[in-house]
């Protein structure tokens, strides 16, 4: 039997003109668990990525926490983020103001789950955004791709909390609006364990920050 560890990217830039960046707290995240991991002895038979910046910058920094310095990584198109502001369009004209209360951060992702679902449900097409039922595929090849290549190994994938929430939801068989609620409750580095065979994955853990367990580490504990 092998293990798919699903790493959520480190801290993001939510509301800056490029939120496709690490802040520098999200480097420290990526590099901490890089450092938890080789303190207890972690090797990864494979490594799998999406393409976008903050993937391969938290994987730059978890390698870096590791002591590794590997180019045999997998960039993985399917594992790649939505498009966050593409589907609140689709329900919301004119572009939102950068949240900066709390009640606008609330407003935002009001509309961004109302806008998920219409998405999920096929109801809307977000521009420059695939469709739902092509979202899923680009993450479930990715885990047939674990499964047939990785038997018994220990794989570690890179990606979004879109992706890592559309998996463990395509595993567990849940409905849209619980798939949903385990995207906007996911965190920045955290840790989603599947135990996986040549026939299927099974959910070990999710959402877990074991790196982060501590009063030294209870400020680098994000959501973006």
């Known amino acids: 039997m092998g293990?798919?560890?699903l790493v959520r990217h480190g801290q993001a830039s939510f509301g800056a003109a490029d939120y496709d960046n690490l802040s520098e707290l999200g480097h420290r995240q990526a590099v901490r668990l890089g450092e938890y991991w080789r303190e207890r002895g972690m090797k990864f038979d494979a490594v799998i990525t999406g393409t976008l910046r903050r993937h391969r910058q938290t994987?730059?920094?978890i390698a870096k926490g590791l002591g590794l310095e590997r180019d045999d990584v997998l960039p993985w198109p399917g594992l790649n983020?939505?498009?966050s502001e593409a589907v609140i369009a689709t329900i919301h004209e004119g572009k939102l103001q950068k949240p900066d209360t709390p009640e606008m951060y609330r407003h935002h992702f009001r509309l961004l789950r109302e806008g998920l679902g219409a998405w999920m449900q096929g109801r809307t097409s977000p521009v420059g955004m695939?469709?739902?039922v092509d979202f899923l595929a680009g993450v479930t090849t990715a885990l047939d791709h674990v499964r047939d290549r990785h038997h018994g190994a220990k794989v570690l994938v890179v990606s979004s909390g879109g992706p890592i929430s559309t998996a463990v939801g395509h595993v567990l068989g849940t409905s849209a609006e619980t798939t949903i609620?385990?995207?906007l409750r996911i965190r920045n580095t955290s840790v989603?364990?599947?135990a996986f065979t040549p026939k299927r994955h099974m959910l070990v853990t999710y959402n877990t920050l074991p790196h982060l367990d501590g009063p030294a580490y209870e400020d680098w504990v994000t959501y973006s």
């Open 81 to 83: 983020e939505y498009d």
């Open 192 to 194: 989603t364990e599947f």
């Open 59 to 61: 994987w730059e920094g």
């Open 181 to 183: 609620e385990l995207n």
């Open 3 to 5: 293990t798919l560890y």
């Open 130 to 132: 695939p469709s739902y």
